[in-house]
């Protein structure tokens, strides 16, 4: 029996991907195992495999595709010696399917000839450029009056396809609750330029127009997310490193027979890791309608790729050598720049760091990633005069931190706590090996 092979939710978090690339074609015998395809998710590319045996009979989404949701049909499975007709039967929508009871199933006979009839032109932008669409989505948006201009395709070669439609379609029913809100909110949806608008504004103006790719979309999102719902509030302080750079300088005069070679940022994970043990109900993240405090340290670290960013994340960081880490960092931000990482690899976690010391920058706020309570961002170690405790002026190597802290896991002053505890840390760096 024909059988369909539907867009796989290959992390928890997943809702829908691209099927970057077929590795079967229509025809092929597969058994159970054989890679079928690969799926990039928002985070990474990862191979998806046959479940059961049979015969490719009909792809139904070509690769490239993206934006395709979890739980769509992506291609049809034959049994071995089944007629290949059985795979458009399996494609086409049961004939005895009940009819769900609602106000909408009024209006499928018209959904039918609407999808019967002969598709509209292919429109033009104002440009006079032809806007690429399939001729069920010209048909769709037709009869559902949505302006094909004021789209960006999903499809192949940015190709409007039907999910498009219906996205925009959705949004527009999705605005008029937005516009009833208007009066009491600020800074309301529904206010918002929409992307014909804002192409408008630049009419005349030379650009090029770059499609989103599924970790952008995710990130945008995410981040949103973040500022519109997590009562963020920032803590600030500046730690001498000399000390630290003194003793980094020896260990790696003692470890270069081992290949190894730690770096600032290693010790700055170890540090936060001890400081969330030494400040337990800082090591938390908010569940909704509840806190979760967390027994290990669990430290996410923030690792910039081309086109976005990861967070792979350290378990049991408290536990683990300044060697141990700095290797296990190392082989985490090479995968991750490859795109290899598994999803329980950059989830989790209670503890972010994001440092861009090394790119010049002395200070910035970073954007907590949730479920974290907070986020540390390092700027870069600067000679600095200061005052010692002699009351004299010396050169020392400072280096700005700012906490970022979700109010409703921790509260101003255990979240001051936390940040001296891992200053204290960093002050006095032979601790962390006690």
Same mark, same amino acid.
């Given at each position: 029996?024909?059988?369909?092979?539907?867009?796989?939710?290959? #992390?928890?978090?997943?809702?829908?991907?691209?099927?970057?690339?077929?590795?079967?074609?229509? &025809?092929?015998?597969?058994?159970?195992?054989?890679?079928?395809?690969?799926?990039?998710?928002?985070?990474?590319?990862?191979?998806?495999?046959? *479940?059961?045996?049979?015969?490719?009979?009909?792809? +139904?989404?070509?690769?490239?595709?993206?934006? *395709?949701?979890?739980?769509? %049909?992506?291609?049809?499975?034959?049994?071995?010696?089944?007629?290949?007709?059985?795979?458009?039967?399996?494609?086409?929508?049961?004939?005895?399917?009940?009819?769900?009871?609602?106000?909408?199933?009024?209006?499928? =006979?018209?959904?039918?000839?609407?999808?019967?009839? %002969?598709?509209?032109?292919?429109?033009?932008?104002?440009?006079?450029?032809?806007?690429?669409?399939?001729? $069920?989505?010209?048909?769709?948006?037709?009869?559902?009056?949505?302006?094909?201009?004021?789209? #960006?395709?999903?499809?192949?070669?940015?190709?409007?396809?039907?999910?498009?439609?219906?996205?925009?379609?959705?949004?527009?029913?999705?605005?008029? =609750?937005?516009?009833?809100?208007?009066?009491?909110?600020?800074?309301?949806?529904?206010?918002?330029?929409?992307?014909?608008?804002?192409?408008?504004?630049?009419?005349?103006?030379?650009?090029?127009?770059?499609?989103?790719?599924?970790?952008?979309?995710?990130?945008?999102?995410?981040?949103?997310?973040?500022?519109?719902?997590?009562?963020?509030?920032?803590?600030?302080?500046?730690?001498?490193?000399?000390?630290?750079?003194?003793?980094?300088?020896?260990? !790696?005069?003692?470890?270069?027979?081992? &290949?190894?070679?730690?770096?600032?940022?290693?010790?700055?994970?170890?540090?936060?890791?001890?400081?969330?043990?030494?400040?337990?109900?800082?090591?938390?993240?908010?569940?909704?309608?509840?806190?979760?405090?967390?027994?290990?340290?669990?430290?996410?670290?923030?690792?910039?790729?081309?086109?976005? $960013? @990861?967070?792979? *994340?350290?378990?049991?960081?408290?536990?683990?050598?300044?060697?141990? $880490?700095?290797?296990?960092?190392?082989?985490?931000?090479?995968?991750?720049?490859?795109?290899?990482?598994?999803?329980?690899?950059?989830?989790?976690?209670? @503890?972010?760091?994001? !440092? +861009?010391?090394?790119?010049?920058?002395?200070? @910035?706020?970073?954007?907590? !990633? %949730?479920?974290?309570?907070?986020?540390?961002?390092?700027?870069?170690?600067?000679?600095? %005069?200061?005052? !010692?405790?002699?009351?004299?002026?010396?050169?020392?190597?400072?280096?700005?931190?700012?906490? #970022? *802290?979700?109010?409703?896991?921790?509260?101003?002053?255990?979240?001051?706590?936390?940040?001296?505890?891992?200053?204290?840390?960093?002050?006095?760096?032979?601790?962390? $090996?006690?």
């Amino acid at each position: 029996m024909a059988t369909q092979i539907l867009m796989p939710a290959l #992390s928890p978090t997943m809702e829908e991907g691209t099927l970057a690339k077929w590795l079967v074609k229509e &025809g092929d015998t597969v058994s159970s195992g054989d890679i079928l395809a690969e799926i990039e998710t928002d985070k990474a590319t990862m191979e998806f495999e046959a *479940v059961d045996e049979g015969v490719v009979g009909k792809i +139904l989404v070509a690769e490239g595709t993206s934006g *395709v949701k979890v739980n769509d %049909p992506i291609a049809v499975m034959l049994e071995e010696g089944e007629d290949a007709s059985a795979a458009d039967a399996a494609d086409a929508p049961s004939a005895s399917a009940p009819a769900k009871e609602s106000p909408k199933a009024e209006a499928a =006979p018209q959904a039918e000839t609407a999808s019967a009839a %002969p598709a509209p032109a292919a429109p033009q932008g104002t440009d006079g450029k032809r806007i690429f669409a399939s001729p $069920l989505a010209r048909r769709i948006a037709a009869d559902k009056g949505v302006d094909l201009t004021s789209l #960006s395709g999903s499809g192949p070669k940015g190709r409007i396809v039907k999910a498009d439609v219906e996205a925009a379609q959705g949004g527009a029913k999705a605005a008029a =609750p937005a516009a009833q809100t208007a009066a009491t909110a600020s800074a309301p949806a529904a206010q918002q330029p929409s992307a014909s608008a804002i192409a408008k504004m630049y009419e005349g103006r030379e650009y090029e127009e770059i499609e989103l790719n599924g970790m952008r979309k995710t990130i945008a999102a995410r981040l949103t997310e973040a500022k519109q719902t997590i009562p963020h509030f920032y803590l600030r302080r500046s730690v001498k490193l000399d000390a630290l750079m003194k003793f980094r300088g020896e260990l !790696n005069t003692q470890l270069s027979g081992r &290949g190894v070679k730690l770096s600032v940022n290693d010790f700055i994970i170890k540090a936060c890791a001890l400081a969330l043990q030494a400040v337990p109900t800082a090591n938390a993240v908010w569940a909704g309608d509840r806190v979760l405090q967390m027994k290990a340290s669990d430290v996410a670290v923030a690792v910039a790729i081309d086109g976005g $960013l @990861f967070t792979p *994340v350290l378990q049991d960081a408290e536990n683990k050598s300044l060697s141990a $880490l700095s290797a296990e960092m190392k082989d985490l931000a090479k995968r991750a720049r490859d795109r290899k990482l598994a999803p329980h690899e950059y989830q989790g976690g209670s @503890f972010a760091i994001s !440092n +861009l010391g090394m790119m010049g920058i002395e200070n @910035f706020d970073a954007v907590i !990633n %949730p479920p974290h309570g907070a986020i540390l961002a390092v700027g870069a170690g600067i000679k600095t %005069p200061v005052v !010692n405790g002699a009351g004299e002026i010396e050169v020392a190597t400072v280096m700005s931190m700012t906490l #970022s *802290v979700d109010h409703r896991v921790i509260d101003g002053a255990l979240g001051a706590e936390l940040l001296q505890s891992i200053c204290e840390n960093l002050e006095n760096p032979m601790l962390m $090996l006690a």
